[in-house]
Every structure is written in structure tokens, then in C-alpha cells.
């Protein structure tokens, strides 16, 4: 049996997510976001079964990206590209049938003068990372309608932090933007922003890491896991008192312990910064990691599992037992970069 790590997706409960959301804003189409690979874990196959749940708009980040969820998916479904796009793209956009969202100057210039129908305007309300100004909507308004937009946007900033008031700021200033577009579809909503209340929602919510098990959904309101990520055990042994674990020698034994070695590291998208932090599981029962997180290998306490610890047994590092942004929060980092993160090493499987 192979020792590479593997990772079981549930595109059941990425299709259940979507839905979940889509409950939550009646009111509003619920897109999806299947920017880099979705997130890590396919791009085809989730596109693929997102559009057989009913979803009919996506977003992705690069043209390329774009070209390969067309064919997956054939004509029908709208694919905006974030990035929007060009010179060199142009043939592209025709031919695959996608649709730029417009963020710059230098990108509407392009656009206004390319024989194409149809693009998303991305307003900046406040993140200063991408969109253009809103001054420009008093300055150029007639230009703008004329470019035929099927969509308004802009991006919260701060919508992980409900009480933030930079939120109530950007609803403002991008519905004051939306009143010179009373007739263009609107989205202001993110993840996050997906539980900030029906304001925010307009008539098109993006959400991206909550299809896959991630955010902080408020109360009352639960995401299914998306990803099962197990490592086999490479070799179980008796560590001593007073001994060390891994590079550095960051970390001492107070006691005898029984310990394994599993086969994953960062090469495979496990952070180095959980060294002696994440939680893994083995059996429904925790095992910590010890010591610094190694290219290919780390090493677990397997205390509480010692009847299960033997060479081949397949260690939880991310699922129903070691929650994503659980995880990701001992890592000192996000559910994004844990899922993006997984390394070609780490074969996909879809059940």
C-alpha cells in the first residue's frame, strides 16, 4: 500500500454547502467560487457537480482557469474571470465564452474597445487591492452603462468581523454606486458576507471557502466538512523521558511516550508554523504533533491510540475530527491557505 497521503473530497457536501447558503440570502443567486483549482480541490470536479445542485454562475481568477471549467461544463453557466483581462486574452474571452471582471482603467479602455458584449464592473468601496475608483461612476457613467455591464460588484474587507464598521461603510458606498446601475444584477457578498444579513446580499452572493467546510458561520448555522485528509504511519516507537523530538529539538519529552511518524510534511501543504501545535487524529482519538513539522514526515503522540497505532494505520490531519479553520487557527493561519496549500503529493479522491 502506498504511503502518499491522500485526500477524500465530499462533493456531496460541497453541493450541500451551496444549497445551505443558497437558503440562507432567498432573495439572491448563490454563485460559486472555483478560483485556484477550487481552492485546491478540483476545479472540474466541483464545478461539475455545483452546476448538477443548480448553480449557473462561477467565478474564477485567471482566463486560463476560465477555458477549463468551459469545458467541463460546456456552454449555458456564466464564468466570470477576477482578473479580467488582456490584450492577449481577447480571442480567448470570445471563444470560451467568458466574462471579465473589469477592475482598472487600462482594463476598461481594452474593453470599451473590443467588439464583446457584457462584463462585470469591480468597484473598490474601500479594500484599496483591486477595483476601480467610485469616482469615476459620476465621471463616466454613460460610458460605463454603455459597456452593457451584467454585473456590479466590489469585496469586503473586514466581513470575517461582523461587528466591523468598515462593513456598514462599503454597504454604503457600493449602494450609492449600484443607483447608477438601478437595472445591472449587484454582489457585494463574500463567505463571510454571506452571514452578515439580506443588505449585503443584493441579488448575487460569491461564496468561495464556505463551499469547502470553511469560515465562522454564525449560530444556528452549520457547514458540512468538505475535505478528509489522512497520512499513513511510516513507524511506531517508544520515545524515552528527557529525550527530544524532530529538528531543532523543540520539544521534550516530560515521559515515556509512545510516538509515530507519519508520512506527510510541508511539502505537502502542512505548515511548518504547526509544528508543535496541530492536532491529529487517529482512531476518533487526538494525537499531537511534537516537534517541528519535517518536508515528508511528522512525528504524533499516540497516547490515547495505542491499540491503533501500527505501520499502514491512516492518521486524520484534516476532517470531521480535526476541523479546517480548527486546524488552520493552531497553524496560526486561515482555511484558505490549509486547502491551496495541499501539494501534488497529496492524491485526490472523490467518493
Not at 452546476?51 to 461544463?73: D, I, P
Not at 466538512?225 to 516530560?254: D, M, N, W
Not at 492518521?315 to 501534488?344: D, H, M, P, S
Amino acid at each position: 500500500m502506498s504511503s502518499r497521503p491522500q485526500a477524500t473530497i465530499h462533493l456531496a457536501n460541497i453541493a450541500a454547502n451551496w444549497q445551505a447558503l443558497d437558503r440562507l440570502n432567498p432573495g439572491a443567486t448563490t454563485s460559486g467560487v472555483i478560483k485556484a483549482d477550487a481552492y485546491g480541490l478540483g476545479a472540474r470536479e466541483v464545478a461539475r457537480r455545483l452546476a448538477k445542485a443548480g448553480c449557473n454562475t462561477f467565478f474564477v481568477a485567471h482566463v486560463e482557469e476560465g477555458v477549463s471549467v468551459r469545458r467541463e461544463l460546456g456552454f449555458g453557466a456564466r464564468i466570470f474571470v477576477l482578473n479580467g483581462p488582456f490584450p492577449e486574452d481577447l480571442r480567448i474571452y470570445r471563444d470560451a465564452d467568458l466574462t471579465p471582471v473589469i477592475s482598472t482603467p487600462q482594463q476598461l479602455m481594452l474593453w470599451s474597445r473590443a467588439p464583446r458584449a457584457g462584463c462585470a464592473l469591480h468597484f473598490d468601496t474601500g479594500i484599496n487591492r483591486l477595483g476601480l475608483s467610485p469616482g469615476i461612476v459620476e465621471k463616466q457613467a454613460e460610458a460605463l452603462r454603455k459597456l452593457q455591464p451584467l454585473l456590479i460588484m466590489s469585496h469586503l474587507a473586514c466581513a470575517d468581523e461582523p461587528d466591523n464598521p468598515m462593513n456598514a461603510q462599503q454597504l454604503k458606498a457600493f449602494t450609492q454606486i449600484t443607483k447608477a446601475f438601478p437595472d445591472v444584477p449587484a454582489s457585494l457578498a463574500n463567505s463571510a458576507g454571506c452571514y452578515l444579513g439580506p443588505a449585503y446580499a443584493f441579488d448575487l452572493t460569491r461564496p468561495g471557502i464556505a463551499l469547502y467546510g470553511g469560515s465562522l458561520p454564525p449560530l444556528g448555522f452549520a457547514l458540512e466538512p468538505v475535505v478528509l485528509l489522512e497520512a499513513s504511519i511510516l513507524s511506531v516507537f517508544e520515545g524515552k523521558a528527557g529525550e527530544t523530538v524532530g529538528y531543532g529539538a523543540t520539544h521534550t519529552l516530560k515521559q515515556d511516550t509512545p510516538l509515530a511518524t507519519v508520512a506527510l510534511g510541508y511539502a505537502d501543504g502542512i505548515p511548518r508554523s504547526g509544528a508543535n501545535a496541530l492536532m491529529s487524529y487517529l482512531d476518533a482519538a487526538p494525537c499531537p504533533v511534537l516537534g517541528r513539522i519535517s518536508m515528508d514526515l511528522i512525528t504524533i503522540d499516540v497516547s490515547k491510540a495505542q491499540k491503533a497505532a501500527k505501520s499502514g494505520a491512516r492518521v486524520e490531519f484534516l476532517g470531521y475530527n480535526a476541523k479546517l479553520e480548527e486546524q488552520a487557527a493552531r497553524a496560526g493561519t486561515l482555511g484558505y491557505e490549509l486547502l491551496t496549500g495541499l501539494g501534488n503529493r497529496v492524491k485526490r479522491i472523490y467518493p
